[in-house]
């Protein structure tokens, strides 16, 4: 990295030194050329917050550079991007409001500070002259959001199908393959390092749902809370429906999803049922990917790595050089998506699809005639009826039920009164088929 010369620089603070801080520093302070491009001014690392001062760092970085106090930073007039890395909602939030209202250009990879804060902070640098970017907060180096700002901007998105949330996908895709249970799966995606020790965030779907927010908000024009998101994680899952999904063609994916239908969005976030065939149904591992149905582009999707230190980097240096370019050249802005709503959000209630279920009944004659009963009250057909494994001793079977396309109150109605006959002891699991993606 170049010493300051004169003005013709460009400072930048780092804020956090953890995986994602340590990656991009190392970057910046080892290949200046990545965010800048000839003729722009060179770039210098002027501070990087941290906690903790002394802590050993996975970068080799000059002591000095650290700092735990944030108005060093935010009141150095010979920083001019803030590149946030922190996580968490707070103090990130105002943090990045005041680095906006100070006049810098900021960069995140903070899912929960945009899906949370994204328009105001969106608002506060159109008002100050600056930039906010967060490429790398969905789906780390996959480059969605400038996509959806830039090329896929004229087009009419009318659907979003995504696999956002790496930890849960190695689970699904261990649970799936080598036949363990969730707590098994989970285990080992934390001995590997893809899953956090406490993994709530992940495993309840709240990540995914950040990004979703992220996504729809700029997909659709409208602004879109995360917290009006309807969210289902995959914890009560078992090994046992991957087994009969499988049988019955389908893989099991936690699935994002936003579309659009009249003049609604539909916007979720559960585990789904997906055809084998399907591109979706192959995204294993820690993997993303993200299918955008666009009027003229058509289906399009894009695959990569979705978290991990040198991905999220290659997101932020994109970020950064992109500042740096306008910069250099003062450029116009691009407009960034922040809308009033036009669009109401579909409650779930109203969704139709089809509908796994798997019910642990007695093993007697009669069961499956009262359950059906109950189906068709609530005007729901059937489409096939498997009756796995019998257990002898506690005279119990299980049935897999898949439903034509029902809606989703009624769906659930049925479920409660099923659960309420005699002749059934539980319902295992109740997973949404994702039919037209
Ligand atoms: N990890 C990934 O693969 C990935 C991918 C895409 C996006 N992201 C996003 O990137 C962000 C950072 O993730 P990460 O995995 O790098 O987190 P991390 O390893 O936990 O690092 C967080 C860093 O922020 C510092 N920090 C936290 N709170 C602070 C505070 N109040 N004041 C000063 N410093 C503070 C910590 O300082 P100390 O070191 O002194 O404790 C640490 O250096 C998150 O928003 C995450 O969602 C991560």
């Known amino acids: 990295m170049d010493k300051k010369t004169g003005n013709n620089y460009i400072g930048i603070a780092v804020l956090g030194l953890g995986v994602v801080g340590s990656g991009f520093v190392k970057a910046l302070l080892e290949e200046q050329r990545a965010v800048t491009v000839p003729g722009s001014p060179n770039v210098h690392l002027t501070h990087v917050l941290v906690r903790d001062v002394e802590k050993k760092r996975l970068v080799d970085i000059d002591k000095d550079l650290l700092t735990n106090d944030f108005s060093a930073i935010v ?64 789906g780390a180096g996959i480059p969605i959001i400038s996509a959806l700002q830039g090329s896929l901007a004229s087009d009419y998105i009318s659907g979003i199908w995504a696999i956002i949330n790496g930890t849960t996908n190695y689970i699904l895709t261990s649970m799936a393959s080598g036949g363990l249970d969730f707590d098994g799966a989970l285990s080992e995606a934390q001995v590997l390092g893809y899953a956090e020790p406490d993994p709530t965030n992940d495993v309840e779907g709240f990540d995914a749902r950040y990004k979703l927010a992220i996504l729809a908000s700029l997909g659709f024009g409208t602004y879109v809370d995360p917290s009006e998101i309807y969210c289902e994680g995959i914890n009560s899952l078992h090994a046992r429906d991957f087994k009969y999904a499988r049988e019955l063609g389908y893989a099991i994916k936690l699935l994002a999803i936003a579309r659009e239908e009249m003049e609604s969005i539909q916007i979720r976030v559960h585990p789904a049922l997906l055809r084998e065939d399907l591109l979706l149904a192959k995204v294993d591992g820690v993997y993303n990917a993200i299918q955008i149905q666009g009027e003229r582009v058509g289906r399009l999707l894009m695959y990569g790595r979705g978290a991990g230190s040198e991905p999220t980097t290659s997101g932020l240096l994109g970020d950064v050089a992109e500042v740096v370019r306008r910069m250099a050249s003062k450029g116009e802005k691009v407009a960034i998506v922040s809308e009033e709503r036009q669009k109401a959000l579909k409650p779930i209630s109203d969704l139709h699809t089809s509908y796994y279920l798997r019910i642990s009944v007695l093993d007697q004659a009669g069961v499956l005639a009262a359950i059906s009963q109950v189906f068709a009250k609530w005007d729901i057909s059937i489409g096939s009826v498997i009756q796995k494994e019998s257990d002898d001793i506690s005279q119990t079977a299980e049935l897999v039920v898949l439903t034509h396309v029902s809606k989703e109150s009624a769906v659930q109605q049925a479920a409660k009164e099923i659960l309420g006959l005699a002749e059934v002891e539980s319902i295992g699991s109740l997973i949404r088929v994702e039919s037209d993606v």
Not at 78 to 105: C, D, M, R, W, Y
Not at 108 to 126: C, D, P, S, Y
């Open 75 to 138: 009141d150095d007039s010979e920083t001019n991007v803030i590149v946030e890395v922190l996580g968490g909602e707070e103090p990130a939030a105002t943090f990045l409001e005041q680095a906006l209202s100070s006049g810098k250009h900021v960069v995140t990879a903070n899912k929960e500070v945009v899906a949370k804060h994204g328009r105001k902070l969106i608002e506060k640098a159109q008002a100050n002259n600056v930039e906010f970017r967060y490429e790398a907060s969905v």
